[in-house]
């Protein structure tokens, strides 16, 4: 709960520019409130997924110890994914939080990667090695359902248009959103969202993120880095090859490269409302509601968690 009251806090933070155009801002107040909460925790946190490297961010910086001493937890974050969801009031902005024990969250390269996720029917069935066409039929099958009625979820982005044409040439339905694909890929495994199938290539921290929330559901997730779509990539694989010298930057990534442990949590505060967590609602009274989406791989239990923040004069919103 202390870990769901971090990410309330964020959230609330940054509700405060939902709709006004300016993303730096909402992210900042995000991020702000993020690193001040989990100083106030009674553990030994450090930032292994976070807002870049120490010269780039000033807080939540990767490698940056938090809180009060204690347990060693790795942390894996993204303060708020969907900046621009949230600056211009569309759905699904939501606050995001991994924890695992120290060592077990990958120090993922900030370059791009493919991912390739499904839910837990489709354990073992869907890879990044696989085409398109291949995964796209592995889940109809998993799933018991004609290809025509698989719904696959795909970033709008340029680099995905051969991604997208060969989905449409199988026959399947698909879903483009605008950002937030930690979203869409931990969307496979709920099953009122709609969405049986991410495929595409993003951000490789959001992976690691992703991959703890699949982990926790049960799911499926598969990736490989791809330093070629990156204007930086070649002094970013250098970079990598250094810093990582055992990881395999060109094979692929399993659930276990991504996060090692099954003691691992992730936690969503909704922004914005999605189908998977209602955003911040505001009341007259000055009371405030939170919605959070809390999976957990040890017990296997999934909870959703609505929070009513009164204000003194306020009343209780359920």
């Known amino acids: 709960m202390q870990f769901v009251s971090v990410a309330e806090k964020a959230a609330i933070a940054c509700e405060k520019w939902n709709g006004r155009g300016d993303k730096t801002s909402a992210d900042q107040a995000a991020t702000t409130a993020m690193r001040n909460a989990f100083n106030e925790i009674d553990f030994s946190g450090r930032i292994v997924i976070g807002e870049g490297e120490r010269d780039e961010a ?3 910086y990767i490698g940056e110890e938090l809180g009060k001493g204690g347990e060693a937890i790795d942390i894996a974050v993204d303060p708020l994914e969907g900046t621009n969801l949230c600056a211009y009031n569309r759905p699904a902005a939501w606050c995001t939080i991994a924890v695992a024990p120290r060592g077990s969250l990958l120090f993922a390269p900030d370059t791009y990667m493919w991912k390739v996720a499904a839910g837990p029917a489709c354990k073992g069935k869907v890879s990044v090695e696989m085409t398109p066409t291949e995964n796209i039929n592995a889940v109809a099958k998993a799933l018991n359902k004609p ?8 970033l709008a982005r340029e680099r ?3 991604l997208l044409d060969e989905c449409y040439a199988a026959g399947c339905r698909v879903q483009t959103i605008d950002d937030g694909d930690v979203h869409g890929a931990i969307a496979t495994a709920i099953p009122n969202t709609g969405i049986d199938l991410y495929m595409g290539a993003g951000g490789a921290p959001e992976g690691v993120l992703a991959c703890a929330g699949l982990k926790a559901a049960g799911g499926e997730f598969s990736a490989r880095l791809d330093f070629t779509l990156d204007p930086k990539g070649k002094e970013k694989r ?5 810093m990582s010298s055992d990881l395999d930057l060109d ?3 399993t659930m276990d490269t991504l996060v090692s442990s099954d003691d691992t949590a992730f936690i969503g505060c909704g922004v914005t409302s999605s189908d998977m967590a ?3 609602e505001r009341y007259d009274d000055g009371s405030i509601t939170t919605e959070t989406l809390v999976l957990n791989a040890s017990d296997h239990t999934a909870h959703l968690v609505r929070t009513c923040h ?3 004069e306020g009343l209780l919103h359920l």
Do not use: D, F, I, Y
């Open 251 to 253: 094979g692929t990534l």
């Open 58 to 60: 000033p807080m939540l």
């Open 160 to 162: 995905h248009q051969k």
């Open 278 to 280: 209602k955003g911040v």
């Open 310 to 312: 009164k204000a003194p």
């Open 147 to 154: 290809v025509s009625e698989v719904n696959v979820c795909v």
């Open 238 to 242: 250098a970079r990598a090859e250094k």
